[in-house]
């Protein structure tokens, strides 16, 4: 059941107990009635609200006589009137439902009278059902436990049971005077439509690969912002925490990473504005999300499909009675997991070993060693347990012609490191106007604005894993203590309190967009023109100021930068759509002409020895300027599009669409492309063969396609020599090339087949979908290293090619649904084969720089036939025993040294024996996702995890003198596998590199709904409150912060250094609606 | 349908399309720093020939043209530090592309400016003569650059304005055509370069010549073994000595000075960082010890033995040498690397920390300068060059070689034979020169590693190859015309 479902019954809920004081419409009644019948009464009422009547029993006939007055009277205010004591209704659905008032003991023994519950497809009672003798008017609704009682009732009557959303039951009377009946969610009427590329379709039609994704599933666990909402949830969707800070937004992938060098995120289109930020979506505004995963679906994105599209549709206002909804949480965060170090006075007298061995002086005297202690915790000191709120409301209806939807979101999150911080604000309505029965006019707009403080956190928690437990936060005289030299660590590194709290990094950034788009209907339903007209805007100011606390300075070194930027653009969207059915022929065509402009502004200035006191904004009052920075760029895109869907007798489907595509950015010559798709598919479970087979197959899809999309995401005059200017010593102009020309920059080709199958077995209880996808990325946009021409290294090119291929699975539904107890499941599974086929055609092997580091270099790579991101290294064989003595000395070695493989058996360790250690891409991610009710508790738990991918934990290589396991160093005595202090070691092998796989209860939610009975009271249609926790538990060998964290995303992905560490978080929320 | 909901109806629909309209695909580069707004003018051709000066100031801010010396005596460098390139070590490991490709990359990017300058030069309708210094100053950077890539990695292919859309396949050119190049290019360079220049970091017709002379000396030497060059070596350096333009710093402390960089009399030709302009050095922080209160990496120093050779004179060259005394006092005997250290580089600036203050980690944006020529030089080489063409030493020999010695406070070289004078000059060189990048080149034309392995890292067996450095490997993916050296 989703949350609209959920809403409808509740607000219906709400007018069954509240009628008499909730004004539900206008509808007003003028007559003068003259001891008339009650049936008179109301036929008259029937005729002038336009609301049909439902009564009880014939005893409306025993009802006294009207004699009244009504002028513009309201429907409430004349019933009231007019009933006698005896009788209740209730106005649902445009009904007007008039029973008798029940009396204990009166009823059951009568011979007409049946009586049940109805209960929706979770077992949950279902009140404001409609039940009707099918061909009469003699009807009741159900109760607020879902009761109904009838009288007038035959044997041979048949009952006919709906509500919105279910499907309707009819039910024979027969012999029995109870009934229990179950209604099922029509998941064919509500899931019928499916949100693609420039329209719908019926899901029952659709070729491609896309996956749904409705409300209910997006809220079963609480989340900031759609990104996180989507995590685990759709099979071939990678969602990736990459940093705790409060600001990071989760990277997405969809079926693995195929560009090399630009852009791997999908694009994300809310509403018909493309380009928009998950991050600053609420998840409690969409009404769904949906996924276009293959060629098929996304060619109609040509140019801009090759990483995926998710649409995101946001809420609309429904019902005639306004809505009020309200989800509001509160977070405590805390680091998940601590790196455990060394407490001071080990630290120090592992030091004073380290230094006798290499004939040093100790440095700490023994007396000094016992009075320290456990010293420093950098990592207590630096980290905080932060709180977070977070904030939606909603207000949505409709009126006659009208609808609106209002949605305001507030987040304020804490950082776990101390000074940082995230703050946003967001805006949304959502309103549409049928201005003729034939024209709609629909405008959408939506603000975002938030405030982010970096502090100093990468500095910070870098330096809090380096620095020596020995050294003080404070000096007496209240400074920053400094690094101490002698190797005691670091050497030299800011302190780390002192780069959290007086590094200052803020930006704020706003964004705008508004929609206008109108829809006519230009003949019957079948053809519809329409055209959406977007602007959008964003912009954002962003500051650093560095005093010299940190590093106890000079004045003249404190700096300060300020960089304002903004970005503006218009869209316009134009969309010819045909959609007729004849007889078993079903057509649909689209024609879409799209334009899009976009100009990006940006200027900074930064300066050296401002007053210390003004901050960034003090700029003009420093002492040395750099040259102020201005960019500049506009970029315009244009495309045709059209496609064909042809259904025969809901078994067979074609679709085929083309897209011709252009792009500024490009070559001259190559600006345009075009891009194709075709796909078929087969409803098995609609042959005649399979009717016998219906009870349990409901519906069995066997659907394939093949295309192709383009991803031109590079910036604006790629294909232009550039140059660059700065200043000398002398404030003379200096004039470089920036960037070398290529006149034949083209589009990144991507091609995709997609062989899938859906079943939905039982009728919902079991959704099952398999999907193979094989998908080949060619001309990638790669910069070819090239042999120095003017100062310029690399030239972008088409010159790649990489393929993803792989499977999705996903197995949802609600295997259990009982009266008290439901579970309902959504499980994703991705297992993805990403493989490099080729670099810039002249070196099968790139070394990224995600590992510069000294002793590192080259270790980081990406290599044809390989994954991408690749590590190269050593193999670490760990250290050379005393009886390995002579042996070590042939490679030069003495015991205690670190031992290497030798791959090539040729007597020493050198170029040659480094090999592949590792690789960042994993082999398969996946989602466990269960649901549980039992009465009105809720429970929800969600796994989610990753295998087969490898970090490489610089970390670990940086803290040799603060991680515990020094403890263990190599001895004649102690004849371990970690070096000895005076050991020769190189830097990059896989000592450092270790297994990213994890599985993690990503969150647990207990919730618990507050009956009905009690909710009317208060006049709150549905309360729901809950706790929940966020990464709790974590299965992984890998002893970094967080697996799940990393300082990059595809090809320079794998590498955790000083990531803002993951936290775990306690939620409670409150979800409420009336 | 009403006939006004028609037109409403078409209004708004129009109204939508037309907001969108037809568009253009054409870049717009009006405001951008496109190829067509620059070059009409001389004052460009300047500005872009400064960009050819960061790749060299970065290189020689970094620690790798010293560590890649560093069989040389004066500079020791910590193999765990860097687990990265030893030449003369049979044993290293790692990835010597870590040194190699800055050397490789800096100077082919030095070049790859040269060349553009002198094909747009070649190619604009402005007069000629109004570009001849800016024209010299490329023919002399790419000239500065071959001589350094022939220097460490024996054959590269030259790459001029004229093939360098061929570089991907150039072959390797010999060491006698990379020397033929230079001396053209220098030729050239000589004839255009004026006497005097606004700017510190150009180069003037006495770098020109200085650089000539060092190129001569180093023809005459290992492995072309030219021996006529000395001649040519002597009497380059000898204009220079004649010209009475430059003199030798009184005391030889202050011309490692960061506030005397652009006054001394000294210096011919140096490269100047500018921080702020993001060329950024860290070698004034490499050679500072960690410890003793100086914040510095450590990455590299001299060598005991190399102190101890080291002749004291009046001191005077000593403390403007090393840096014994740290700043909380201590000696650097007890210093982490147990070493003594390298003072010359220490001074980039305030924001270095200066001569005598700590490193500041925030800051790091020192303002190195690296000189490649001053006047002691000169009489050195000149004093070398005429003692092998001349088969003997000359009393203008002697006094080229004894103005050095002097300014030192040690005593004059005199009555020496050819062999006894052409040592003393190769030692005062590596005196003199230390931590100049000196030494290493004059242990290899004159091919004495052996000699001096044999006393600082004894047991170790050299052959040819470990005079030069390999090509980088992964650059040998890149230009595929090219060759290792023989050895790697």
Known sequence: MNLLQILQRLSVTTVVCCSLAVSVSAQTISKTFRNESLRTVLNEIEQQTGLSVICDSDKLDSHAKISATFEDADVNEVLDSILSDDFEYSIVNKMIVIHEKRQDGKGETDDDRVSGVIYDDTGAPLPGASVIVKGTRNGTTTDMDGKFSLSGVSPEDILEIAFLGFRTVEQPVGDKAVFSISLESDSEMLDELVVIGYGVQKRSDITGSVASLKTDELLSTPAYNASQALQGKVAGVMVQNTSGDPSASPEIRIRGANSLTYGNSPLVICDGVQGVGLNGINPNEIESIEVLKDAAALSVYGSQGANGVILVTTKKGKGERGQVHYNGFVTVDNVARYIPTLEAWEYASLHNARRIEEGLKPLFEEEAIAAMGKGTNWQNEIYRTAITHNHSLSVSGSKSVFSYYIAAGITQKQGVVLNTGYDQYTLRGNFSADVTPKLNIAMNVYAVYDENNTGGATTAIHEALLWSPTVPIYEEDGSYSQPQGNGIGPNPGSNPVGAAVEANNRSNSGGFHVSLSGTWKLWKDWLKISSQLVYRTSGSTSGYFDNQKVNNGASEDVSGGKTVSASNGIDNTTTLTFDREWGKHHVQATGVYEVRKSAYNSMGGSARGIPVNMGWQGINFGAEFDPPYSGYTKTAAQSVMGRVNYSFDDRYMVSGSVRHDGASQLADGNKFDTFWAASAGWNISNEKFMRKAKRVITDLKLRASYGTVGNAAVPAYSSHLLFNSSRDDNDNLVLSVAQAANSNLKWERTREFNVGIDMNLWDGKLLFTAEYYDKLTTDLLMWQKVPIVSNVDQVLRNVGSVSNKGWDFSLGGTPVATKNFSWSINWTLNLNQNKILKLDGISDRLIDGQLDYPGLTGSHVQMVGQPMATFLGFKYAGTWKTEEASLAAMYGNVPGDAKYVDINMDGKIDNSDITIIGNAQPKGIFGINNTFRWKNLDLNIFFQGVWGNDIYNINRFYMTGTLPDIRDHWTPENQTDYPAFTAKELGNCDRWVEDGSYLRLKNLSIGYTFPRKWMSKIKVSSLRIYASGNNLWTLTKYSGYDPEAANGMDASGGVDHAVYPSVRSFVFGIDLSF | ?488
């Open chain 2, 1 to 488: 349908m009403k006939r006004h909901t028609i037109i409403n109806a078409l209004t708004v629909i129009a109204l939508l399309f037309t907001a969108g309209g037809c568009i253009s695909l054409d870049e717009d580069i009006t405001a951008q720093p496109t190829a067509d707004k620059f070059f009409d003018e001389p004052d460009d051709f300047f500005s872009f020939i400064a960009s050819a000066y960061a790749p060299l100031v970065t290189f020689y801010g970094s620690d790798c043209p010293y560590c890649m010396g560093a069989p040389a005596e004066d500079v020791d460098f910590d193999i765990d530090r860097w687990e990265g390139f030893k030449t003369a070590d049979i044993n290293s490991v790692g990835n010597p592309d870590e040194m190699t490709d800055m050397a490789w990359d800096n100077m082919y990017k030095s070049i790859g400016i040269c060349n553009t300058l002198i094909q747009t030069i070649n190619d604009c309708n402005l007069d000629r003569s109004l570009l001849r210094a800016v024209e010299g100053e490329a023919k002399f950077l790419r000239a500065f650059c071959y001589f350094q890539l022939t220097r460490f990695f024996r054959t590269c292919p030259i790459i001029t304005e004229e093939n360098s859309s061929e570089a991907v396949t150039a072959k390797d050119n010999t060491t006698e055509e990379i020397y033929a190049h230079i001396l053209k290019d220098l030729a050239d360079a000589e004839s255009m370069l004026p006497e005097e220049q606004s700017d510190a970091f150009r180069p003037t017709v006495w770098a020109a010549k200085a650089l000539l002379s060092e190129v001569y000396l180093t023809m005459a030497g290992y492995p072309l073994y030219q021996t006529d060059k000395y001649a040519l070596a002597r009497d380059k350096a000898n204009e220079i000595i004649i010209s009475e333009r430059f003199d030798l710093e009184p005391v030889y402390f202050d011309l490692w000075l960061w506030d005397n960089r652009y006054t001394n009399k000294e210096f011919i030709f140096t490269f100047y960082a500018n921080a702020d302009n993001g060329d950024q050095t860290y070698v004034n922080c490499a050679v500072r010890p960690t410890d003793a209160g100086e914040g510095g990496w450590c990455d590299w120093f001299s060598d005991k033995l190399f102190l101890e050779e080291f002749p004291v004179g009046d001191g005077s060259r000593v403390e403007g040498t090393f840096y014994l005394t740290l700043l909380d006092g201590s000696s650097w005997e007890t210093s982490i690397a147990g070493q003594p250290y390298v003072g010359k580089l220490r001074d980039a600036g305030p924001h270095s920390g200066g001569y005598s203050g700590p490193w500041n980690y925030a800051n790091g944006n020192a303002d190195g300068f690296f000189n490649q020529y001053r006047f002691s030089e000169i009489l050195l080489i000149y004093a070398e060059a005429a003692n092998m063409a001349e088969n003997g030493p000359s009393k203008d020999a002697y006094e080229a070689l004894n103005r050095v010695r002097r300014r030192a406070g040690c005593e004059e070289a005199s009555n020496l034979s050819k062999d006894e004078f052409d040592k003393a000059v190769l030692d005062e060189r590596k005196w003199e020169l230390a931590f100049e990048n000196s030494r290493w080149f004059d242990i290899c034309r004159r091919q004495l590693l052996q000699e001096v392995l044999d006393k600082y890292c004894p047991g170790r067996k050299i052959d040819e190859h470990n005079y030069w450095m390999p090509k980088p490997y992964d650059r040998l993916e890149i230009w595929t015309g090219i060759e290792q050296n023989e050895g790697y």
